[in-house]
């Protein structure tokens, strides 16, 4: 993961938070200087460590809003 | 991947699709035969290569929609 440059743009929330405090988190990320994204996963409270994700453009995350939205959760 | 035991359960819904018929999809899939828990990640057209993803607890999809209701997408 050393060489992949990021930066984290927006935090949009907090899904959950581990005993660790690690938190999985909605984000808008540039990687590599490309233009933002957003997507979801886990980090570590410093934001240097960071589990497996999805990234997700504008068009997917508002699929994704519709399709819970007709979810019964 | 060739250990991991896994039962697409259920699909919510298909976020998008690759020109090679991949597609990004919100199942609820049991992971070696544990309790399901709700999964977006990538696909091949036969459910057997799957991309990086995150698992969601009912809670965390919850809290999920709750966010992307708030953004202005």
Same mark, same amino acid.
């Given at each position: 993961?050393?060489?992949?440059?990021?930066?984290? &743009?927006?935090?949009?929330?907090?899904?959950?938070?581990s005993? *660790?405090?690690?938190? +999985?988190? /909605?984000? #808008?990320?540039?990687?590599?200087?490309?233009?933002? &994204?957003?997507?979801?996963?886990?980090?570590?409270?410093?934001? *240097?460590?960071?589990? +497996?994700? /999805?990234? #997700?453009?504008?068009?997917?995350?508002?699929?994704?809003?519709?399709?819970?939205?007709?979810?019964?959760?």
């Amino acid at each position: 993961m050393a060489d992949i440059k990021y930066e984290i &743009k927006e935090t949009m929330g907090i899904l959950s938070e581990s005993p *660790k405090g690690w938190k +999985k988190e /909605v984000n #808008l990320i540039s990687w590599n200087d490309n233009a933002p &994204k957003f997507d979801i996963r886990d980090w570590d409270p410093e934001h *240097k460590k960071m589990g +497996k994700g /999805v990234t #997700l453009t504008n068009e997917e995350l508002k699929k994704l809003r519709d399709v819970l939205n007709e979810m019964e959760l």
